[in-house]
């Protein structure tokens, strides 16, 4: 009897641990964005990887990209952005 609950409750540990991943949200995708800050017009590449956001203060900042996966990629965003003069920097 003994046997037989230790391998109950070793197999109720195992399938307590394979559920929540088959159930599991996906992770959100990372990559870069282009943003740009409202007070002085720079454009800053920012990686969605890390675990804050840029601080708003005394600026706010506006995403003008879209999420691309490469940083080679967001820096060519940027620098067309420029060459557009919507962006200084």
Known sequence: ???????????????????????????????????RWDNTGICQIWNTELQSKPVEWPSTYKIVSKLVPTFVEA???QLKLRDERRCFL
């Open 75 to 77: 820096t060519n965003i």
């Open 1 to 35: 009897m003994r046997r037989l609950t230790t391998l109950a409750a070793a197999a109720a540990i195992a399938a307590a641990s394979i559920v929540p991943t088959a159930f599991a949200a996906p992770a959100p995708k990372s990559g870069y964005y282009v943003i």
